[in-house]
């Protein structure tokens, strides 16, 4: 009889879970569509509702780390590249809305744009830096890439600051921060606990070396 523990459950209905939850977001906003329920501003409400599941995956990728290392559960790495798909194709989804739906691709409109509203301009840069990392996310690219394809991955920190830095400089223009300083707390402990980690591997490293000589 199988035993059923949580990481044998997690073994085997992880990725539909995953699965289910990368594509909420986006059916529940075409069933909105359909049944004209998108609010009395749908740019609006699309723009931001996309803007917000971006930084939502960006979060569930940035904890998949730690969360394997504290269980010791190996294969939670590999529900990392889905959800940091997802977080590329949401952010994707809400740069479309802002650039096709909000200024019908006036580029009159959206040159100015980018750089006269600086929360705009860091987010196209954090959008722009996501671009390699989805390009470069399969098995192929990553053998191809070898070492630099964790340079390269490293890209996630800086996009981990600029994202919510987008999102900080959005809301504090309408004086309404109490959502993004939980984002802001998420993303800041993520960070943290790599900088932690990283901080001891590298002391262990000096103090193996000190042994040695
Ligand atoms: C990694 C990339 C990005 C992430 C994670 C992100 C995330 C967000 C979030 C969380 C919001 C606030 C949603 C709310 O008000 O509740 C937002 C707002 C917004 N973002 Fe982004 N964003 C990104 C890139 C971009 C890009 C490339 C553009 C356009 C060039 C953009 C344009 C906007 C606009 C116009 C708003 C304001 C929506 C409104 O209140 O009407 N964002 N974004």
């Known amino acids: 009889m199988p035993v059923w523990t949580l990481k044998s459950i997690t073994k085997q209905y992880g990725y539909p879970a995953i699965l289910v939850l990368c594509l909420f977001p986006f059916i529940r906003l075409v069933w909105l569509g359909f049944t004209n329920a998108l609010t009395a501003n749908p740019i609006e409400f699309i723009t931001r509702s996309t803007g917000t599941w971006a930084i939502v995956f960006l979060c569930c990728t940035l904890a998949v780390s730690p969360l394997r290392k504290l269980s010791n559960f190996n294969h939670l790495l590999s529900y990392r590249r889905p959800l940091g798909l997802t977080c590329f194709a949401y952010a994707l989804l809400h740069f479309l809305t802002w650039l096709v739906l909000d200024h019908q691709l006036d580029f009159s ?13 860091i987010g196209l840069v954090a959008f722009i830096l996501l671009i390699p990392l989805a390009v470069t996310s399969t098995n192929t690219m990553q053998k191809k890439l070898g070492r630099n394809w964790k340079k390269l991955h490293q890209l996630i920190y ?20 109490f959502t993004v300083k939980i984002y802001v707390g998420i993303i800041g402990v993520l960070l943290a606990y790599r900088l932690f980690y990283w901080g001891k591997r590298n002391l262990e490293l000096r103090n193996t070396q000190k042994t040695i000589i």
């Open 158 to 177: 800086l996009i981990a600051i600029l994202a919510p830095l987008h999102y900080w400089i959005h809301k504090a223009a309408k004086n309404n921060l």
């Open 109 to 121: 409109e959206i040159i100015p744009d980018f750089y006269k509203r600086t929360y705009i301009t």
